[in-house]
């Protein structure tokens, strides 16, 4: 995942901002994910309205926000095994 840039706008931003006030300057700024990429914009707006405190806050909603094209390939692990009553997908030997 590359942040373009983003990350730095957000750290030298003045705190406390809101979500609106981050869309507002940086909403157009995308961020590059391994299948595809979003704007800023929409990934803060799944949070929903927030006041954000620091730059670290701000930081940790952008990455909690992206969507599953952010994480490469789904439900792939090597080393965690399913929790009870967890399918998973089907295994594929290649």
């Known amino acids: 995942m590359r942040l373009n840039g983003t990350g730095d706008l957000i750290?030298?931003?003045?705190?406390?901002?809101?979500?609106?006030?981050?869309?507002e300057q940086y909403g157009e700024r995308t961020i590059e994910l391994p299948n595809g990429s979003e704007t800023?914009?929409?990934?803060?707006?799944r949070a929903g309205s927030e006041t954000y405190t620091c730059a670290d806050d701000a930081r940790n909603a952008v990455f909690c926000?992206?969507?599953h094209e952010a994480i490469g390939r789904r439900y792939y692990s090597d080393r965690d095994v399913y929790t009870l009553g967890e399918d998973g997908p089907q295994q594929v030997s290649f």
Request: hydrophobic share 40%; no cysteine.
């Open 40 to 45: 800023l914009a929409e990934v803060l707006e």
């Open 65 to 67: 926000g992206l969507g």
């Open 11 to 23: 750290d030298a931003h003045e705190y406390p901002a809101t979500t609106e006030e981050l869309v």
